[in-house]
Every structure is written in structure tokens, then in C-alpha cells.
């Protein structure tokens, strides 16, 4: 039996075929799934980044604050913009424990919610400066639990 020579130059092409085109299926899906991969991470850093940042300045309104609390002379020129610097600041932390699971890890978001809920004392009873180094403790240590389980969860 003679076949023609069309059908045996599908036999011998078909298979090839079949391969090139299951290959380049797989090799996009895995592309895509990279490439979704890297973007993911890369939203969770940003996030990250953002929350470190708002503690930072958070810190710094605390110190600030101090600051004028120890040495008050000049405060009216010191505290400009202090309010603004904490406001933003609370901000993107109740908006970053707001996205919660979403984008960070939930202990991360755990971190942050034991944070937004702090007591630092009785403003009524206790001096300013003790209630600022209070929370600053609270805000140093919740910045150290912030950035593990943040690298924790970036993989790095």
C-alpha cells in the first residue's frame, strides 16, 4: 500500500505540530502566570513600603512632639504642620488595615489593627511627654513586627 505523498508528509509533520503548538500554549500560560506572579509582589511591596513609610512619619510627628514637650519655646513655629504630618500619616495605616488580607498578610494586618487600638494612657492624669514615649515605644515596636512579617511574606 502506497500512500500518497500528502498523507506522508502529514504523518511526518503532524506530530511536530501538535508539539510546537502544545508548547507554545504552555510556554504563554507560564509567562502569564509569571508575569501575574511579579505584579502581585510587587503591589504587596508597594503596600509594605507605604505602611513603613506612615509609621516613619508617624515617628517623627512623635519625636517632634517630644521635642516641644522637653524644650517649649518657639512652639508655634515647631508645630506647624505636625497635625498634617500625623493625619496623613494615621491615614494610609487605617486604610492599609482596612485593605487587610487583601494585599498584606494578615498578621501584618493583625500588627497594625493591636496598633490603630493602643492605650497609651490617661491624658487626664498622665504628663504628655510620658504619654508620647509610651507610644513611641508601642510605634518602634510595632514597626520592627511590621518590616519581619513583611519580609516574611515578600520572601525575602
Not at 491615614?91 to 493591636?114: H, M, N, P, Y
Not at 509610651?134 to 516574611?152: I, P, Q, Y
Request: charged share 35%; glycine share 4%.
Amino acid at each position: 500500500m502506497n500512500n500518497p505523498w500528502y498523507i506522508q508528509l502529514l504523518i511526518t509533520l503532524l506530530p511536530s505540530l501538535l508539539v510546537c503548538v502544545v508548547t507554545a500554549q504552555l510556554t504563554v500560560r507560564l509567562s502569564l502566570r509569571k508575569f501575574y506572579a511579579e505584579r502581585w509582589w510587587e503591589r504587596k511591596a508597594e503596600a509594605y513600603s507605604k505602611i513603613v513609610e506612615a509609621m516613619h512619619n508617624h515617628k517623627r510627628y512623635l519625636e517632634k512632639k517630644l521635642d516641644i514637650e522637653l524644650d517649649p519655646r518657639d512652639d508655634d513655629k515647631r508645630e506647624k504642620g505636625l497635625e498634617g504630618l500625623w493625619s496623613e500619616a494615621n491615614v494610609e495605616l487605617v486604610r492599609a488595615a482596612d485593605l487587610g488580607a487583601f494585599i498584606i498578610s494578615e498578621d501584618v494586618e493583625k500588627i497594625l489593627r493591636d496598633f490603630l487600638n493602643r492605650s497609651i494612657g490617661d491624658p487626664n492624669c498622665d504628663p504628655l511627654f510620658e504619654l508620647i514615649e509610651t507610644d513611641l515605644k508601642k510605634l518602634n515596636s510595632c514597626l520592627s513586627e511590621v518590616k519581619t512579617a513583611a519580609k516574611r511574606d515578600l520572601g525575602l
